[in-house]
């Protein structure tokens, strides 16, 4: 995979001394329970006033955007889940503290409240998963503990209790490999099988102590399909001197619409209107320009600003994934003691022994005349430390002519807040 790519499904592995490993197809052992079909909806909790959820929202937000212009590239595809990111990251920061946690609070815009924080990431994951929705939307998170070490009951069943973290133990030390497949299966099981080995080989070693994941899926028509008919091989302008064929597809239709300096931005409601996709054309050669701009405050004002607009609306089809190893850049990012030898996450165990090895980051993302298709997952290893549509057309619709790079996101619309977040740079790479 390269920079290009990446999938709606994040993971996030904290690894301790890891080592060989023996062959194994990957399945279940007795004691781990498989995949349920039904992902458990948490028990309710109104500990969190409106306000206080909302902040948390926002703070994700503005995070998703933060994590974008790290991740972005000139001339390369971007697409990561925001939410699958600080899901894993927040189980990782229930188990922070001191110096480790304040870092971990700042860079991911947390709440000071340990009740706010967690009863707002409850809520947003009882909503994400819902039932009799007319969309595919799940979201979940599971605890991969090596079975020789002890962890404090306390943070094991906060962690479900909030987060649907449900603890499972596996042998890192002598099944290494064996554990890996366990980890990657679970992953692909939750993803639909669009995110596949997750975690590469390697990563997991015999001084892994415990892996947190975050899985979500999301397969959602068209609230307005695209005719097949309609669409059509266009140019499209990946730079001023680089043009290349496209399939583009066509439509005349209602539109949530605004445009300010310069900048278009476009809502596309999926079946039931509960999720849309942001399409933000900015115009061509001004892409560093709006990616100055672009804030979680924006998002939210774009969003306050819509008015329904007949629109001409020229949509280029993609599909695209990547993966990518998120260590560096979340140290770069401002909270570089979690992955060292002084991290204290003594709230996990009740010592100061682990610390962060790797977070990994893997998406999907599809886009069809039909809908969309996108899923990704997030590891954390933790390591031990040795020491509006209109029924008629108007005369004139605004143009929207998607024919050049441009940035778009997922987002549940009650809320705001952002699912996957990504940039179409050539919708031919893969």
Known sequence: MNKKIMMFMLIIVFSIFIFGCSPDDGSYPDNVLTPPEDIP????????????????????????????????????????????????????????????????????????????????????????????????????????????????????????QYYGGKTTN???????????????????????????????????????????????????DWNKKFKKENTEERDFFVSEDEIIDVDMMFMVYGFNYVKEDGVQILEIPYKGKELSMLVVLPKLGEMDLLEQQLTGEKIAEWNNNFEGKSVRLSLPKFKFEAKVMLAKTLQQMGMPTAFSPVADFSGMDGTKLLNIDQVIHQAFVAVDEKGTEAAAATAVVMKETMAMPMDEEPEKPIEFKANHPFIFLIQEKSTGSILFMGKVNDPLAE
């Open 41 to 160: 909806i948490l028990p309710n909790d109104n500990q969190v006033i409106p306000e206080d959820f909302d902040s948390v929202v926002d703070g994700n937000n503005q995070f998703a955007v933060d994590m974008y212009n790290k991740l972005k590239n000139d001339g390369d595809n971007v697409f990561f889940s925001p939410y699958s990111i600080s899901s894993a990251l927040a189980m990782t920061y229930e188990g922070a503290n001191g110096e480790t946690a304040e870092e971990m609070r700042n860079v991911l815009h947390f709440p000071e409240d340990g009740v706010e924080l967690r009863s707002s990431f409850a809520q947003l994951y009882n909503l994400l998963n819902k039932p009799d929705k007319k969309y595919k939307l799940s979201t979940a998170n599971a605890l991969w503990a090596e079975q020789t070490y002890s962890f404090l009951p306390e943070y094991l069943g906060l962690v479900e």
């Open 170 to 220: 596996l042998d890192f030390k002598e099944e290494t490999e064996k554990s890996r497949k366990i980890i990657n299966k679970w992953v692909e099981d939750k993803t639909e099988d669009k995110i596949k080995d997750l975690i590469p080989k390697g990563v997991i070693r015999q001084d892994t102590r415990l892996v947190l994941t975050n899985a979500i899926y999301f397969f959602g």
